[in-house]
């Protein structure tokens, strides 16, 4: 096990408007769960569900409010914690890479001192042979060497990903935190860059966090989904587990948005809004959507129940 998350919440605390008073939002809540050497576990669920916030607690860029994480046995988060903070190695090792290249890349840098610096300040190259490593860099990536001297704007979105890979990739780290990489991208580039990662996932042994909205995507990419809804986990399991056998309604309504050539089967369109993180469900959160509640699901929050390593937030799993 690299990365071990135990009942991790992550909360904002909502600024104080005139004549209101200060709040939470409630966006991450009681998530458990362990990352494996070398595996891709998918993060997916709808925009606002807390797969960002998640993927940046997990890269110590937020302190969670209660829980912890630990890092090959090693603790390194909790509330009081944050040795991701404080100790640069340790910080190397997990890489995180945005959606939007554009923000993460200093506009005003050259390629080379987005690339180089980092190496840098890490000691993995000196002043002699750092341009030599940038373009190295470069090249896994498959871009040219000659634009260490361009900067992010003279570049295309799929290049400024590539520059955003080789960044994480030329800091040696062993998981790499990967936020909508995709997705402000044309789907030809989104393949060649999921390609890409592959290419170096198996060239470098990393461990991947991936984290999209699109359950599509991660189809034939991941070893494990984890399917969030409101900032809780819902379902967890290994990928074809996930697409033949959901034990969650929420995860068959996301399959049923799936495309496929199965003309037959009828879309399950989800009704309503996601839930609001500014209040804790105390009741199943899913439960103003879902076509199979009870009673019981108004009543009482579902445990996540472990069915053979597939776990699931529902009391009827039977029935989904
Ligand atoms: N910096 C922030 N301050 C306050 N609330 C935030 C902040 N970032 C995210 N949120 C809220 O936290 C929840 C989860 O957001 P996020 O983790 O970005 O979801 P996702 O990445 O799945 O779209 C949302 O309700 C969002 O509005
Ligand atoms: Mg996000």
């Not at 060497?145 to 990903?161: D, F, V």
């Not at 470098?204 to 900032?231: A, E, N, P, Q």
């Not at 009870?294 to 039977?318: A, M, R, S, V, W």
């Amino acid at each position: 096990m690299i990365i071990n998350i135990n009942k991790i919440s992550t909360y904002y605390k909502i600024k104080k408007q005139l004549f209101t008073k200060p709040s939470w939002n409630y966006a991450l809540r009681d998530i458990s769960l362990s990352i494996q050497e070398g595996e891709v576990l998918a993060i997916v669920g709808e925009s606002g569900c807390g797969k960002s916030t998640l993927g940046n607690t997990i890269a110590g860029l937020l302190s969670p409010y209660s829980g912890n994480i630990q890092f090959k046995n090693q603790t390194i988060l909790t509330p009081e914690i944050n040795h991701l903070k404080e100790n640069k190695e340790l910080r190397r090792k997990i890489q995180v890479i945005f959606q939007d290249p554009y923000s993460s890349l200093n506009p005003q840098h050259t390629i080379k001192r987005i690339i180089g610096s980092p190496m840098l300040i890490h000691k993995l190259a000196n002043y002699k042979d750092y341009k030599e490593k940038v373009q190295y860099y470069l090249s896994l990536v498959k871009l040219d060497k000659n634009l260490i001297y361009r900067k992010p704007s003279e570049l295309s979105g799929g290049q400024r990903q590539r520059v955003g890979i080789a960044k994480a990739i030329a800091l040696e780290p062993e998981i790499l935190i990967c936020d909508e990489i995709t997705s402000a991208l044309d789907v030809s580039v989104q393949a060649f860059i999921i390609d890409l990662l592959f290419e170096l996932k198996e060239k470098f042994k990393l461990t991947i966090l991936f984290i999209t909205h699109d359950l599509s995507l991660v189809r034939h990419i991941s070893t494990k989904i984890c399917v969030m809804y409101g900032g809780e986990l819902m379902e967890l399991g290994q990928t074809n587990e996930i697409f033949q056998n959901p034990k969650h309604p929420y995860t068959k309504a996301l399959l049923s948005a799936v495309p496929t050539l199965n003309r037959n089967k009828k879309p399950y369109i989800l009704k309503g809004e996601p839930p609001k993180t500014n209040e804790i469900y105390e009741y199943c959160i899913f439960y103003d959507r879902c076509p199979i509640r009870e009673n019981q699901c108004k009543l009482e929050k579902p445990d996540l129940y472990n069915i053979n390593n597939h776990f699931t937030k529902c009391f009827y799993y039977n029935k989904v």
